[in-house]
Nanobody
């Protein structure tokens, strides 16, 4: 099973950007798919985005389409989530985990890895 560590969160103002990283260890193949989720205070966790092992297939929740971009650097065993035009409603703890396949129904049924400790994203003026 993969181990993941999220990083890159912080405090930004509305309209600004952040890039989150999900660093993977425990498996050297680049065939694993990774998904990002988030959980805001008092709300259920929701799937945000996923990427296939090759990086050719990506999926986004409607709430982040056009603003977030997921990518990966398999040489660095890292998956990135570039978040632009951040809104106060994007405030949450962001997590990554291995998923079976990056398909439209990837969350939550396709998640079989353990979520990391998360990284806090706060968007506030």
């Amino acid at each position: 099973q993969l181990q993941v560590v999220e990083s890159g969160g912080g405090l930004v103002q509305p309209g600004e950007s952040l890039r989150l990283s999900c660093t993977v260890s425990g498996f050297t193949s680049d065939t694993y798919a990774i998904g990002w989720s988030r959980q805001a205070p008092g709300k259920e966790r929701e799937g945000v985005s996923c990427i296939s092992g090759s990086g050719k297939i990506v999926r986004y929740d409607d709430s982040v389409k056009g603003r977030f971009t997921i990518s990966r650097d398999n040489a660095k065993n890292t998956v990135y989530l570039q978040m632009n035009s951040l809104k106060p409603e994007d405030k949450a703890v962001y997590y990554c985990a291995e998923v079976s396949l990056c398909l439209n129904s990837w969350y939550p049924a396709g998640v079989f890895g353990s979520w990391g400790q998360g990284t806090q994203v706060t968007v506030s003026s």
